[in-house]
């Protein structure tokens, strides 16, 4: 893997070269992450003219939710606790030689910007953007290895749950246990906060489970995700609880169904963005659900949740082959519920058979 952090790194370096910066500050922790392998707290990583340096402000713990670091790459520990490793990386930048220095100032603080003047007050600091942000949007086969473990995790985590008696059980209690159960199959912890929506709160996108418990007839709604190796996945699955559906129940969620596929089958290589949104959210907006409807209908994943690119109406871009996206349209009736679909897929071109469903579990409407 250290070959591939390093070509990494270089088309980085390459990226900065072309603006005129010789040394690059990374210090948004998921790039520190993509560009180095590990992401200790606090670290950044300075990329300079003549090594690349990782520095901590404290001692590695070996963690291995942090990530493994590249061999590679030089490591600096800070000798105070209290120092700043992006003020260390400016002093580290201007003593290397390097008179300009690019920075991602969507993440840095004002306080710590000025703090990087003050040391280095005759080096020139340019804005990075989100040019790691953009080489992360295609994942290479061992990121994607890394994802179909996680949906597999996460698979099997809501799958034992589905085995299990829900009537009477709390929102709260089946989310902890949720993710207790993707822990206890290898995960390194949940990819974001469970959501378990029951009831009138069904459908609804994040909803933070509440102490209302499962009661017969419910529509019941759950988002989860394994992190495993850094890499996050996502499914949302729809069920009803102890009875069979009632009508409004079946055609609600066969619309759903009918936009998530929409918005699956349009993840072809060259299609943009958002006519992607738009094959998913034509369907609910005909049939008189728009007002409603979430800004996108799905999101890049990786090592963060959330990552480009956004899946929305007014999203710039087309889809390139390789590239994980999750497909979550959904529809919540205020005071009766709702139904949320979610899978996390990655685009294939045709040839290879369309689109990679990683995310299986069952999209039928059960009873349970």
């Known amino acids: ?75 600096a520990l ?39 003047r003050a040391v280095a007050p005759r080096l020139r600091l340019a804005d990075l953007g989100a040019t790691v942000e953009q080489l992360r949007i295609v994942k290479d086969e061992e990121e994607i290895a890394c994802l179909r473990i996680a949906a597999e995790i996460t698979d099997q985590a809501l799958g034992e749950l589905l085995e299990s008696i829900l009537v009477g059980r709390t929102e709260r209690h089946l989310a902890l246990e949720l993710e207790r159960r993707l822990v206890d199959h290898g995960a390194d912890g949940p990819a974001f906060s469970t959501s378990v929506a029951t009831g009138p709160n069904s459908g609804q996108g994040r909803h933070r489970p509440s102490d209302r418990r499962v009661e017969e007839g419910d529509f019941l709604s759950v988002c989860l995700g394994a992190n495993y190796r850094g890499y996050r996945c996502e499914i949302g699955r729809t069920f009803v609880i102890g009875t069979a559906p009632a009508a409004w129940q079946i055609d609600l969620y066969e619309l759903v169904f009918a936009a998530q596929r929409a918005g699956r089958e349009a993840l072809v290589p060259g299609t943009a963005y958002r006519d992607v949104d738009r094959a998913a959210r034509h369907l609910l907006d005909s049939a008189g ?80």
């Open 78 to 116: 800070l000798p105070a606790t209290d120092g700043d490793p992006v003020v260390a990386a400016a002093d580290l930048a201007i003593s290397s030689g390097a008179e300009s220095l690019a920075v991602e100032e969507h993440d840095l603080t004002v306080a710590r910007h000025r703090a990087m």
């Open 1 to 75: 893997m250290s070959e591939v952090y390093t070509v990494r790194r270089a088309l980085l370096r390459d990226r900065c070269a072309a603006v005129g910066s010789a040394a690059a500050l990374v210090s948004r922790p998921a790039n520190v992450r993509y560009l180095a392998g590990g992401a200790p707290p606090g670290a950044v990583l300075l990329l300079g003219p003549d090594e690349d340096v990782l520095l901590c402000p404290r001692a590695l713990t070996g963690d291995p939710a942090q990530g493994r670091t590249d061999d590679e790459l030089r490591l």
């Open 289 to 368: 659900h728009g007002d409603g409807l979430a800004p996108w209908t799905g999101h890049g994943v990786g090592l963060e949740i959330d990552e480009d690119p956004q899946l929305a109406p007014a999203a710039m871009g087309k889809l390139d082959a390789c590239v994980p996206v999750t497909v979550e349209p959904g529809v919540h009736l205020p005071g009766r519920g709702g139904v949320r679909i979610d899978d996390t897929l990655v685009v294939r071109p045709e040839a290879d058979g369309g689109p990679e469903l990683l995310t299986i579990t069952t999209k039928e409407l059960l009873a349970l």
